[in-house]
């Protein structure tokens, strides 16, 4: 609930686009919120309970990089080279936490 109530507020300040609130957006968002957040917290807790920490970050830390391409694939986003070297970055990070992790 508090990141929603941040994000629409952060999104009046700073969006240009308006959008106008209907009950197909109230039942996105509360599906977003509720259902999508939910699992992902029972299932961060599920694989918390049989691996490491360290383990389990590594697949917070892909997960933009999961976000990029599925965005190219699905809905046609244009890749430039920011976003390919962000990905690098991302997977070198990834990397290197795994790596301390084996110490």
């Not at 699992?39 to 990029?68: D, E, H, K, M, T």
Request: aromatic residues 16%.
């Amino acid at each position: 609930m508090f990141g929603t109530i941040t994000f629409v507020i952060a999104s009046y300040i700073f969006e240009g686009e308006p959008y106008v609130w209907s009950s197909r957006l109230l039942w996105a968002v509360l599906y977003q919120g509720a259902v999508i957040a939910g699992f992902g917290f029972i299932g961060n807790l599920w694989l918390l309970q049989r691996y490491l920490p360290s383990q389990v970050s590594l697949i917070s830390l892909i997960q933009p990089a999961f976000a990029i391409v599925a965005a190219w694939l699905v809905l046609g986003e244009e890749l430039n080279s920011a976003l390919w070297l962000s990905v690098v970055l991302i997977i070198i990070g990834a990397g290197f936490v795994q790596r301390a992790s084996k110490r």
